[in-house]
């Protein structure tokens, strides 16, 4: 967007460097670069964006910075993750089974909530509070019941599966490593 799209106020500060900026940083200050990415839908800027863009100036004033406004660009796609060394897991929601590398694998009620829980919430972590509350429905069983779950998912699933990583001081997440598809029928 060109400065002169602005306010005046925010144009006389919307410069970079070599563009009229009427900032001066001295050479031996460290400068700090934030990138602010706001959404356009047309030529129009939210409201919420010139709220945002006034308080940015406001701070750049106080420190004598300077603001400069580009279009950004769009970021490039992310490529396709490589398939994971360990076997594949697929929970089949439908059916309420879990297949391990084409074979069936038996599990309660209850390692099954917890395996489809934390397959849908990938690279997040839980606390064993917030894991009795999403999986079991109430928190006033002890944390230790989660302890003694994932436990028994562990072993049920074999070593050669890196399913269920321990987040140490917090809880439980679903293993980057972890090739887990979940299915709603099959």
Do not use: C
Request: aromatic content about 4%; cysteine-free.
């Amino acid at each position: 967007m060109p400065a002169s799209a602005l306010s005046p106020r925010l144009a006389r500060h919307a410069t970079g460097p070599g563009r009229g900026s009427t900032a001066v940083r001295r050479p031996s200050e460290p400068a700090l670069t934030v990138t602010v990415a706001i959404p356009l839908t047309g030529d129009t800027i939210s409201p919420q964006a010139h709220k945002l863009i006034e308080a940015v100036r406001e701070l750049v004033e106080v420190s004598q910075g300077t603001v400069q406004l580009e279009p950004a660009v769009a970021p490039a796609p992310e490529p396709e993750p490589e398939p994971a060394a360990g076997p594949e897991v697929r929970l089949l929601t439908g059916t309420r089974q879990v297949v391990v590398d084409g074979e069936p694998l038996p599990l309660t009620r209850l390692e099954f909530d917890l395996l489809l829980f934390l397959a849908e919430r990938p690279r997040r972590v839980f606390t064993r509070a917030q894991l009795l509350t999403g999986v079991w429905g109430y928190d006033h069983t002890g944390e230790r019941t989660v302890d003694v779950h994932v436990r028994r998912l562990r072993l049920k699933l074999g070593g050669a599966v890196p399913l269920i990583t321990t987040v140490y001081g917090v809880g439980y997440r679903l293993s980057d490593d972890a090739h887990v598809l979940i299915k709603p029928n099959e």
